[in-house]
């Protein structure tokens, strides 16, 4: 399959994870123990995969200029969760009080918007530069997708809005996510741009939004999920690297 169409179907997919996180929350309250391994596991996987396959790739084909995009990328995401948006953990949105204010709901819903965007850049861009890094870049942003719908479900729902809305901010980051693979594909000539600043953006969310959240919680248990999702993408790396 050309690997434009195939990070369409796959962008297609993780849009999906999306909408059924924030169905979830929309249809009745769920442990939320269950999805924070989800999340250790994600940040795990996210950070190897960054680190170890992303950041290499995109100094082959960008050179030194692709670190400084790379430093751009985390920076972005820095800017917009402290200086635009209202900073917040997973599992705060449903203290009581937490979000009052309708307009700190979407502030939150801007900065995911944002996040979703690039998962899509970031997936795009692995496939063109090769099959290999597409799949390891899709599954490293799957496995937050699920996470990512919950947690702005429960965001609007705690500020007063209704489920329908809730369920909707879900999709809309849906669409953030096509829409970055949508934007890589027809601009696929500019992935040294694309892939490095999707770097510096995953490296973000993974280092500083979920092991954060990970470190939050008492014992080993979540910590040593995080190290299996680490060893879970360097098994990948050594049964089924496809080049």
């Known amino acids: 399959m ?3 169409v195939l990070s369409l179907l796959l962008g297609l ?3 999906a994870a999306n909408v059924f996180g924030g169905a979830i929350i929309v249809q009745k309250r769920w ?3 269950y999805l924070r391994y989800f999340i250790a596991l994600g940040a795990g996987f996210m950070l190897a995969t960054a680190i170890v396959e992303v950041f290499p790739e995109s100094l082959k084909i ?5 670190a400084f995009l790379v430093l751009v990328g985390y920076l972005l995401i820095h800017f917009f969760e402290h200086a635009v948006t209202p900073h917040f953990h997973f599992g705060e949105e449903t203290h009581k009080g937490e979000f009052i204010h309708a307009h700190k709901s979407y502030s939150v819903l801007l900065g995911l918007v944002i996040h979703t965007f690039f998962d899509g850049i970031a997936i795009a861009s692995g496939f063109i530069v090769s099959v290999w890094l ?10 937050h997708k699920i996470p ?10 705690a500020s007063g809005q209704s489920r329908r809305i809730a369920w909707g901010a879900s999709a809309l980051l849906g669409a953030a996510t096509f829409a970055g693979v ?3 594909a027809l601009l696929r000539q500019e992935v040294r741009f694309g892939l490095p600043l999707s770097a510096g953006v995953t490296i973000y ?3 500083s939004d979920l092991i954060p959240e990970v470190n939050r919680e008492p014992g080993v248990k979540m910590a040593l999920v995080v190290f299996l999702g680490v060893g879970f993408m360097f098994l990948l790396d050594r049964v089924a690297h496809i080049h």
């Not at 960008?62 to 692709?66: L, P, R, S, T």
């Not at 597409?134 to 496995?143: K, N, S």
Request: hydrophobic share 60%.
């Open 2 to 4: 050309n690997p434009i």
């Open 13 to 15: 997919a993780a849009a």
């Open 31 to 33: 442990e939320r123990s």
């Open 62 to 66: 960008g050179g030194k200029n692709a």
């Open 134 to 143: 597409g799949w390891v870049i899709f599954i490293a942003i799957f496995l």
């Open 148 to 157: 990512e719908g919950f947690t702005v479900a429960s965001v609007m729902l």
């Open 182 to 184: 949508l934007t890589m």
């Open 205 to 207: 969310v993974a280092a």
